[in-house]
């Protein structure tokens, strides 16, 4: 067996098929053609002596091998993106980065911009819109912002923004089960979940309720999405009251309880611990501090609804 280092593309080509278990996506990915990557994981399954994929039912699959040498491949990816980045000179100006929810940079981020460029005149911002936790060793991002209760082991998080929560269902479905009464009530309906399946936990300990119940029922990563499940009639959801300020006013929608907030539930600025001195990393960071305190303040409430602390795992 050869024991040299195979080719880098090589090794490439066969990260990307087995993250994707698809030679066109990754081909995609890769900016190249289908059989370029066919010829590249065949040059290495040559060169280690050993298959790294089966075909099956028009699919591909990883063998014991490949499955074996997938960690280790992409492991060593990550020390190179991630030793890169630490020795690369952090600039002053440039590019920014920042992937954040579609919703969130609709109605938050995007108006807000004009002030970012006017205290820093040298940084351009490109926002990307994604709904997954973004890569930070492979994406090229520099922050995110995402929705949740912040825990992202490996990154630091900054609560940027607690929204007004609010349950709501399609008017069918407050047709079938009849409109709640009490917030108890809706112990007994179907429910649409966050990625997390802590939201209604967390909305029903605010109301002082405790639903023992597993959070059954279709999860989503993405409001914009979890609001299409709610609107297809899967059940109630909880969402942000500015996202379906519409819909509930034009009746597609109806408001099922009085809003909350939900301190723990938020908005949050992530990225990676060694990127925290950046300049603009951190110039980005104290403007969004900023920019949330002083254009997002909430309005007094006469009794308190944050869920206990020690219950929410923050």
Not at 62 to 84: E, K, N, W
Request: glycine share 6%.
């Amino acid at each position: 067996m050869d024991h040299r280092l195979p080719p880098l593309n090589a090794l490439r080509a066969f990260e990307a098929t087995a993250r994707h278990l698809s030679v066109k996506n990754a081909a995609d990915e890769l900016c190249v053609t289908a059989g370029a990557v066919s010829q590249l994981i065949k040059s290495l399954e040559l060169h280690l002596g050993i298959a790294l994929f089966r075909r099956a039912n028009r699919g591909i699959f990883l063998t014991d091998a490949g499955q074996a040498y997938l960690p280790p491949v992409r492991h060593a990816f990550r020390q190179i993106s991630d030793a890169t980045r630490r020795i690369a000179a952090p600039a002053e100006t440039g590019i920014l980065t920042v992937s954040t929810t579609p919703f969130f940079a609709s109605a938050w981020l995007v108006p807000r911009l004009k002030s970012f460029h006017d205290a820093h005149p040298d940084i351009d911002l490109q926002v990307v819109s994604s709904t997954a936790l973004a890569d930070f060793s492979r994406d090229g991002v520099d922050v995110a912002i995402r929705h949740g209760l912040g825990r992202y082991p490996g990154l630091i998080s900054q609560r940027v923004l607690t929204v007004e929560i609010v349950p709501v269902a399609t008017p069918a479905l407050v047709r079938q089960l009849g409109m709640p009464a009490s917030p108890a009530d809706l112990t007994r309906w179907p429910r649409v979940n966050d990625a997390e399946r802590k939201a209604w936990r967390l909305w029903f300990e605010a109301q002082g309720l405790d639903d023992a119940k597993p959070a059954r029922g279709p999860s989503f990563d993405d409001s914009g999405l979890l609001l299409k499940a709610v609107l297809a009639g899967q059940g109630a959801g909880l969402l942000p009251a500015a996202l379906v300020a519409d819909e509930v006013a034009e009746g597609r929608l109806v408001q099922l309880s009085e809003a909350a907030w939900l301190e723990d539930f938020a908005y949050y600025l992530v990225h990676p611990e060694d990127s925290r001195h950046r300049p603009k990393v951190a110039a980005f960071r104290e403007w969004i501090a900023a920019e949330s305190s002083r254009k997002a303040a909430r309005p007094p409430r006469k009794t308190p609804v944050k869920a206990a602390r020690s219950r929410a795992g923050s």
